[in-house]
C-alpha cells in the first residue's frame, strides 16, 4: 500500500513562498505520476500540478503557471511543489496524489486514474 503524506503548508503573508513535500512509504514514487490538487472551504476540489514518474513533463492549471513549480527527488521518493508570490486565492488545503500510470494522461485535472491521496496539508495566505 502506498502512503502519501504532505508537508510544508503554513500561514504567509501574500507575495510569500512554500515549499509542500510528498513523501512516501510502503513503496516507491519512482513508477507513479504524482498530481497536486487543492480544496478552498465551499469550493470544488482544484488541479494545480502534475509531474510525470521520469520528471520530464510538468503541467500546471493556469492560475498557478510562473508561480509554481512541481519536481521531484527519486532518491529521496519525494515530490515537491514550490509555490511563490502566493495569493489568498491560492489558500486552500494542498493534497498530493498517485495516479497508476507513469504519465498524467489528458484528464488529469479530472483526477482521472488518481489513487492513492494523502491527508493534504493547509496553506493559509493572509496579511
Known amino acids: 500500500q502506498l502512503d502519501l503524506v504532505e508537508s510544508g503548508g503554513g500561514l504567509v503573508q501574500p507575495g510569500g513562498s512554500l515549499r509542500l513535500s510528498c513523501s512516501a512509504s510502503g513503496g516507491s514514487l519512482a513508477y507513479f505520476a504524482i498530481g497536486w490538487f487543492r480544496r478552498a472551504p465551499g469550493k470544488e476540489r482544484e488541479a494545480v500540478s502534475c509531474v510525470s514518474s521520469r520528471g520530464d513533463t510538468t503541467l500546471y492549471t493556469e492560475s498557478v503557471k510562473g508561480r509554481f513549480t512541481i519536481s521531484r527527488d527519486s532518491a529521496k521518493n519525494t515530490v515537491y511543489l514550490q509555490l511563490h508570490d502566493l495569493k489568498p486565492e491560492d489558500t486552500a488545503r494542498y493534497s498530493c496524489?498517485?495516479?497508476?500510470?507513469?504519465?498524467?494522461?489528458?484528464?488529469?485535472?479530472?483526477?482521472?486514474?488518481?489513487?492513492?491521496w494523502g491527508m493534504g496539508t493547509q496553506v493559509t495566505v493572509s496579511s
Open positions: 496524489v498517485a495516479r497508476n500510470l507513469p504519465d498524467c494522461g489528458l484528464y488529469w485535472t479530472a483526477a482521472k486514474d488518481f489513487i492513492n
